[in-house]
């Protein structure tokens, strides 16, 4: 497991790790955001809202994931408003969860939230998927 954590003078702080791709990597993963989240100022509700539309991005992500590969998270937080990266390598060229209830409760939780697939990489074995999403206090509207 890898750690990371940045600041510039703009302060907008970056906290990210590195994990097995496992579903019990799925308790690390809430734990770390809950806690950037607190430390952020965010309140109780909505680290509960941001915590549960990770779960079920990673969820998708760790069951899609290429054996023995690895899920990172990355989370940029400034003034109120929260960036969230969550990348795997997927063994399936199908789109990300689109179509599942998980990735309704996503779009509803979030401000925006994107999906992206590279073409097959053999080196990586599968298909580098990149899955953000922003979530920000009173709405993107009101930034």
């Known amino acids: 497991m890898s750690e990371q954590v940045s600041e510039s003078m703009t302060e907008t702080t970056t906290v990210a790790v590195e994990v097995p791709a496992a579903p019990e990597q799925l308790t690390m993963l809430r734990a770390l955001a809950e806690t950037v989240l607190l430390i952020a100022d965010f309140g109780l509700d909505e680290v509960t809202d941001i915590r549960l539309a990770l779960d079920e991005i990673a969820t998708v992500l760790m069951g899609e994931a290429v ?59 599968g298909y580098p998927t990149v899955v953000e999403f922003v979530w920000a206090r009173g709405g993107l509207d009101e930034q």
Do not use: M
């Not at 399936?92 to 925006?112: K, M, P, R, Y």
């Open 67 to 125: 054996p023995g590969s690895t899920i990172s998270c990355a989370f940029t937080y400034r003034d109120g408003v929260l960036n969230a990266q969550i990348r795997a390598v997927s063994d399936t060229e199908d789109e990300v969860g689109a179509s599942g209830f998980g990735w309704h409760i996503v779009q509803t939780l979030t401000d925006t939230v994107t999906a992206t697939k590279a073409p097959f990489d053999a080196a990586a074995a």
